[in-house]
C-alpha cells in the first residue's frame, strides 16, 4: 500500500544510495537518476550517508526538493545524501544487515535498488538480488558505476575518473610551468601523489600533461611497477641534467621489492611517541633530498583531487549522468543484478555507449592498468596509454560562479521520511 | 648608438625581470609590460632567470615573440623568463654585483629597469637606481607588484595573490562537502596547508568559502597567533561533536609561543638517519590522530596554489595586467624608484585605481593581516575581513582549452641578443 508521500507515483519506489569515496560527478549521476525517476513517476528515497541509510530506516525523501536544485546538483561535487565507507561481508556472516535492508525496504514499499559505487558496491547490489529473491521479495538491484580509481572491470572507464584525471594532467601541466621558471636557483625535484592504492590510472593521466622525456611530468611511479629507489635516483638525475629540473608522479600504491608500500616508510612513531603520518610524495621527496642534494617540493592533494568539480571533464560528467539514467531505465525494465557500463566503441573520434553488464562480472574484481600503457622503461605511458586517456579530460563543463567569486553548489535539506520499523541496532 | 636590432625602435630599451615565486598571473604583468612598450616602440629585453639575465647577460629578446603569442603569454601561469631565488645585499656588500648589472644594462642601452617581485625585489631596483644616480648613467627603476603571499605594503593588494585565494577559497569548497559526505565512517578531520610564511592571507582567503561557525572552514590557524596545541585541540573537538567533522585551514608559518614553526616539528631525521620532511598540515594531522582518535586526511597543495592559473580570479587578473601598463608608462615618465600600487577606492561596489608609489616605502617592508581581520577567538575572519577580500577573487578568467582538454598554455622561444661583455664570474 503507497504511503501517503507516494501520491500520484504508479511505479513504486526506488532506493538510491552512494558508496565509498566520492567524486567531482557522483551528484550528476544522483541528479540523472532523480530526473529519469521523476519521468517515469517514479518516489526516490536516498540513503542518509549510503547503505548506512538502509540499515538505519534513514531514508531521504528527494520529492522535497526542486527540480532546480536536483539540475544544479549536476554541477556540485562530495555527496549530496551522504556516502559511507561500510563494506557488507557474505550473506552468511552479514545476513542480519541484508535481512534489515530488505524489512526496510519492503516497510517503504522499495521495488528497486541502485547502489553507485566501485567493486564492493557491486558486489553487495549482487547480494541484496540474491536475498530479495530468496526471499520472493521483487526487487530489482542495479549497481552504478562510480570511482575515481578507474579500476571498475568491465566497463571502459568509471565515472569520476575523467574528472579526477583532468585535475591530475592541469595540475602537473601548471605546478611544471611554477617549477621550470625556479630550477636556476630553486626547487629541481617536484613530487606529485597520486590516489591509485592499486591501480596507477590517475598517475597515468598526469602522463597526458606532455610529451616526449623532456616534458613533465619526466617521471611516472605506478603500483604496477616494483619501485627500485636506487634506479629512480638514477632517473631524476639524468633528468635534472637534462633537463634542469624533473617532475615526479607517484601512484600512492606503489611498493617495493619484498612488498612493502614506500607511502607506509615514512610513517609509524617519531622519538617522542609521536605518530608520523606516511605518504609517498613525502618520502621520496626527502630521500632524493638525502640521496642527491636537491632542493625538493612536494605535493599531496589528497581530497583536492576528486573533489575538483570546478575542473570537470566534460566526457566525465557526460558519462556520469548516462549511467544515472540507463541505471533507472534498466532498473524499470528489471534488468536486475546489472550495472550499465560504458562501451567505447571508437578512439578517434572517440565515440561510447553504455550497455548493461551482470554485476557477477565487476564484483570484486579489479582492473589494473594494462602492461601495454605502461613505457618499456617503467616511467612514463604509452601512445595506447594516451589514445585511452585523453578523450576522458576532452572537454570543459565548469559550474556557474556567484558574484562573491565561488562556484554555486547546491546543499539539500535532506529530509527523512518518516520510519516504519523500530529503530535498529 | 642603438644596436641592430633596436632599428625602428626611437625611445630606447627597457629590461623586464621576474623574481621570486612566480604566480598565476605574473606573465599577464609580463604580457602587458610588452604590449605597452611595443605599443610605445620601447625593445624589452628580459631576464633569463631574473635578475641573474643581468649579471650573466643573458637577455632574451622579446621581440622575437608574435603578438599573438605576447597575448597568450597573459593567460599562461609559470615565470615564462624564468625567474630566481636571488636576494641582492647592500650595495657595500654586493657592490660588484650591482656594478655588473650597470655595465650589462650599458652595453645594450637599457633605460627602463622593470623588476617584477616583492619587497626585496623593490630594495634591489632601489638600488639600482641609486647606484645609477652615483655613476650618472640615465636609468629609471620601476618595481612592479606580484607576490601570492600578499604581504607589500602600501599596495591595496599584490597581483597573483587573488587568484591564489580563489584556488584556496574554492578548494576548501570543494573538499569539504568531499569531507562532509564521508565523514559518517571516515575522514573527520581535514587540514589543509595554505602558503603564508610570515602573513595569513592566504589561509584568511579560506574563510571566503563558509559562513558561520558551521560552515568549513571550521579552524583558521594564522601565523599572526600564537598556536596553542591544547586549545586547537579542544576546538577541534568541539567542532566535530557539534557539526560531525572538523576543516582547518593552517598557514604554513604558525608559530608556537617559544617562537618555533609547527611546521618544522615533524622535520629532522628519523631513527635510520634519513630526512623528514616538515609540513604543518601533516604535523597537526598526525597530532590530531593521536590526541583525539579521529581519522583525519590531509592536503598540501603547494605549487598548484600559485600556478592554478585555470581557476584565476579576474579581478586579480586585470590588476596584474594594469600594474605592467603602468609600470612601463612610469618608466616613460621617468618617475624612477616608484612601484605602480593598488589604489582601493571602494569596497562596494569594488573600485580600483594605479597610482605611483615610493619604492622607499615599499622595500624590505612586510604586511602582516591587521589585528581587526582575525576573529577574536582566533580561528577565523572577520566581516571587515571578507569586505577586503571578497572582491580579490571575484570574476572568472579561465584559459581557453585545446582539444586535449589540456589549457592552451604558450612557452616563449626564448632568444638571448648576443653578449656584448666578457662573461662574468
Not at 501520491?7 to 541528479?31: C, D, E, H, P, W
Not at 551522504?82 to 522499495?110: I, Q, T, W
Request: aromatic fraction near 8%; charge should be positive; charged fraction near 20%.
Amino acid at each position: 500500500m503507497p504511503s501517503a508521500s507516494t501520491k500520484g507515483s504508479s511505479r513504486g519506489t526506488l532506493f538510491y544510495a552512494q558508496s565509498g569515496g566520492v567524486t567531482a560527478v557522483i551528484n550528476a549521476t544522483a541528479s540523472a537518476v532523480i530526473q529519469t525517476a521523476r519521468s517515469h513517476r517514479v518516489r526516490v528515497l536516498a540513503g542518509r550517508n549510503g547503505i548506512l541509510g538502509a540499515l538505519n530506516e534513514e531514508l531521504i525523501d528527494t520529492s522535497r526538493e526542486s527540480a532546480a536544485t536536483i539540475a544544479a546538483l549536476a554541477h556540485t561535487p562530495g555527496g549530496a545524501f551522504g556516502s559511507c565507507r561500510v563494506k557488507l561481508k557474505s550473506l552468511e556472516a552479514d545476513r542480519p544487515k541484508y535481512e534489515r535492508m530488505l524489512e526496510v525496504f519492503r516497510a517503504h514499499d522499495v521495488r528497486y535498488f541502485l547502489y553507485n559505487g566501485g567493486n564492493d558496491s557491486a558486489d553487495t547490489a549482487l547480494k541484496v538480488s540474491q536475498l530479495a529473491t530468496e526471499f520472493d521479495y521483487p526487487l530489482t538491484c542495479i549497481g552504478v558505476p562510480k570511482t575515481v580509481d578507474n579500476d571498475l572491470a568491465v566497463t571502459d572507464t568509471c565515472p569520476g575518473f575523467g574528472s579526477a584525471a583532468k585535475y591530475t594532467a592541469v595540475s602537473i601541466r601548471e605546478a611544471a610551468l611554477d617549477v621550470a621558471a625556479m630550477a636556476s636557483t630553486s626547487t629541481k625535484v617536484f613530487v606529485y601523489e597520486a590516489m591509485g592504492r592499486h591501480a596507477g590510472w590517475l598517475a597515468a593521466a598526469a602522463g597526458l600533461a606532455g610529451r616526449g622525456p623532456d616534458q613533465a611530468p619526466h617521471l611516472i611511479l605506478f603500483p604496477e611497477r616494483t619501485f627500485d629507489e636506487a634506479a629512480f635516483f638514477q632517473q631524476v638525475k639524468a633528468v635534472v641534467e637534462r633537463v634542469g629540473y624533473c617532475v615526479v608522479v607517484a601512484s600512492e600504491g606503489i611498493q617495493t621489492a619484498d612488498g612493502r608500500f614506500v607511502a607506509d616508510a615514512g610513517g609509524g612513531k617519531d622519538s617522542f611517541g609521536h605518530t608520523q603520518l606516511g605518504g609517498v610524495a613525502s618520502h621520496l621527496a626527502a630521500r632524493v633530498k638525502d640521496a642527491l642534494g636537491y632542493k625538493v617540493h612536494w605535493t599531496l592533494p589528497d581530497y583536492l583531487q576528486r573533489s575538483a568539480r570546478h575542473l570537470a571533464s566534460e566526457t566525465d560528467l557526460k558519462q556520469a549522468k548516462a549511467v544515472g539514467k540507463a541505471a533507472v531505465e534498466y532498473a524499470l525494465k528489471g534488468l536486475n543484478g546489472t550495472m550499465p557500463v560504458i562501451v567505447r566503441t571508437s578512439d578517434a573520434p572517440y565515440r561510447w555507449k553504455i550497455a548493461p553488464a551482470p554485476l557477477s562480472d565487476i564484483a570484486n574484481h579489479e582492473k589494473k592498468m594494462p602492461a601495454e600503457f605502461i613505457r618499456d622503461d617503467g616511467y612514463g605511458i604509452t601512445d595506447a596509454a594516451r589514445r585511452y586517456l585523453e578523450p576522458l579530460i576532452r572537454g570543459e563543463a565548469p559550474p556557474s560562479y556567484g558574484r562573491n567569486g565561488l562556484p554555486k553548489y547546491v546543499e539539500l535539506a535532506n529530509v527523512l521520511v518518516p520510519a516504519r520499523l523500530p529503530p535498529w541496532t
